[in-house]
């Protein structure tokens, strides 16, 4: 057991990831964070928040040991993509085309972390019901006006992150001035465990599988829309955003899912692009604090469990004359992440550029990539390969 403090400040999946992991790999983590709140959920209800695991993360938390935690009847393997174009473009990706029966896995937001707690509490991690304030000469000093000293400080503290302000690493931000409207739809015919995209100018709907309801098949939908359109939808009150999107998506997705019906309260939030330096001495960012990507990938959350397992595989090979805070471990870490997290933003973000591109000439390029790219079984593949991410190993 190394007996080094790292105090992980933030209790989102990543903060609570980090801390376990961190925790089972024979560290000594503790969280700096507000309560953690369970929200309660009758048996047809769903968090709003959903996310699409790729296979690299469903396998980091079988083994942190959280995966079987989880409400199996909760979770929706992924096994096919249906992704459309502006125009005629169409691309189809099965999951046997790369030998996997998944794709991806959708699952709530609430029940990642429902587990993931229950885990924390198993393993017995202090959680200090406080926030990170400003950096001591030993560690941190809390908003209550707590000391805490610690050999390492792990921002995980969101988009947002005052780890990341107060140890002033390097940061930057650019606003899409798009947000992503999400909520839970009935959809008429079954969605067939397949997650469907629209490219539609620069805005993109996805309608990803959830579990059937009382009401049938349900899927949910994440709407990246410029800012000034999701406003409007947002200000409409319940009835109105309903019979709105009903006609809207009918529309958009030639009623591929039949009928669309809004089944819950739509939330929005603004989409930047941001990224970030990651380390300072004695301080390392992880997840959101240290980057964000468009979701039209839905790979946010897996970019940032990629963070933690790469920061607990450095950790763990250190020298044992060294400390978890010291810059070249930390330097170390920060090597291993430039490469996916830039290519991450990339392929989000070139995405997003390529289809807001406007014109017929632009529009036709993309529409006939689209359809080259469906007949290339070997791109298709490598495709899903690098949605997967790598195979993990880090205990
Ligand atoms: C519309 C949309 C759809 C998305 N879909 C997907 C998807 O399908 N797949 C995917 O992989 N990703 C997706 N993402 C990205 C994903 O939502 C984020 O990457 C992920 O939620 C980030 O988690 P986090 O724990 O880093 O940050 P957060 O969830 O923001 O957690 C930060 C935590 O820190 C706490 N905190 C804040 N300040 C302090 C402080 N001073 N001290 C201590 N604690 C503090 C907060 O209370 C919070 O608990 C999507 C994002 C959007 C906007």
């Known amino acids: 057991m190394n007996k080094e403090t790292i105090l992980v400040c933030g209790g989102g999946i990543a903060g609570m990831a980090c801390a376990l992991g961190l925790k089972k790999a024979g560290f000594n983590p503790q969280i700096v964070a507000p309560a953690y709140k369970p929200m309660s959920l009758g048996p047809h209800q769903y968090h709003p928040?959903?996310?699409?695991?790729?296979?690299?993360?469903?396998?980091?938390?079988?083994?942190?040991?959280?995966?079987?935690?989880?409400?199996?009847?909760?979770?929706?393997?992924?096994?096919?993509?249906?992704?459309?174009?502006?125009?005629?473009?169409?691309?189809?990706?099965?999951s046997w085309q790369n030998a996997e029966s998944n794709l991806t896995w959708i699952i709530e937001s609430g029940e990642i972390e429902r587990a993931l707690h229950q885990a924390l509490q198993v393993y017995n991690?202090?959680?200090?019901?406080?926030?990170?304030?400003?950096?001591?000469?030993?560690?941190?000093?809390?908003?209550?006006?707590?000391?805490?000293?610690?050999?390492?400080?792990?921002?995980?503290?969101?988009?947002?992150?005052?780890v990341r302000k107060k140890a002033h690493i390097e940061h930057h931000s650019r606003p899409y001035k798009h947000?992503?409207?999400?909520?839970?739809?009935?959809?008429?015919?079954?969605?067939?465990?397949?997650?469907?995209?629209?490219f539609v100018g620069d805005a993109v709907l996805a309608l990803l599988p959830m579990?059937?309801?009382?009401?049938?098949?349900?899927?949910s939908m994440v709407w990246s829309v410029q800012e000034s359109q999701a406003n409007a939808f947002m200000a409409m009150d319940p009835e109105?955003?309903?019979?709105?999107?009903?006609?809207?998506?009918?529309?958009?997705?030639?009623?591929?899912?039949?009928?669309?019906?809004?089944?819950?309260?739509?939330?929005?939030?603004?989409?930047?692009?941001?990224?970030?330096?990651?380390?300072?001495?004695?301080?390392?960012?992880?997840?959101d604090a240290a980057h964000r990507v468009h979701p039209l990938a839905g790979q946010g959350?897996?970019?940032?469990?990629?963070?933690?397992?790469?920061?607990?595989?450095?950790?763990?090979?250190?020298?044992?004359?060294?400390?978890?805070?010291?810059?070249?471990?930390?330097?170390?870490?920060?090597?291993?992440r430039v490469e996916p997290i830039m290519?991450?933003?990339?392929?989000?973000?070139?995405?997003?550029?390529?289809?807001?591109?406007?014109?017929?000439?632009?529009?036709?390029?993309r529409n006939v990539g689209m359809n080259v790219v469906n007949k290339l079984p070997f791109i298709k593949r490598q495709l899903m390969k690098s949605a997967a991410g790598k195979k993990t190993g880090f205990l």
């Open 211 to 219: 579990p059937d309801t009382d009401q049938g098949p349900q899927v």
């Open 125 to 162: 991690v202090t959680w200090q019901v406080d926030l990170f304030d400003q950096f001591t000469a030993t560690g941190i000093q809390t908003q209550k006006g707590a000391q805490l000293a610690a050999d390492l400080i792990i921002g995980a503290d969101g988009a947002g992150s005052q």
């Open 179 to 198: 947000n992503g409207v999400v909520a839970h739809l009935d959809a008429e015919l079954p969605h067939q465990n397949i997650a469907y995209q629209w």
């Open 301 to 336: 959350l897996n970019l940032g469990l990629g963070d933690i397992e790469e920061l607990i595989r450095v950790l763990r090979a250190k020298a044992s004359y060294q400390s978890v805070g010291e810059l070249r471990v930390l330097e170390r870490y920060r090597r291993a």
């Open 49 to 94: 928040r959903v996310y699409a695991l790729s296979a690299a993360s469903q396998a980091f938390l079988e083994e942190l040991g959280v995966w079987g935690l989880m409400n199996a009847d909760r979770i929706t393997p992924v096994s096919g993509m249906e992704l459309y174009g502006d125009g005629d473009g169409f691309v189809q990706l099965d």
């Open 240 to 287: 109105a955003q309903a019979a709105h999107l009903q006609s809207l998506l009918g529309a958009l997705t030639q009623h591929r899912l039949g009928t669309l019906r809004l089944r819950s309260q739509a939330f929005a939030f603004p989409l930047t692009v941001e990224r970030s330096a990651m380390i300072a001495p004695k301080v390392a960012l992880v997840g």
């Open 343 to 365: 290519a991450m933003r990339w392929v989000t973000h070139g995405l997003h550029q390529l289809f807001a591109l406007p014109g017929a000439p632009a529009a036709f390029a």
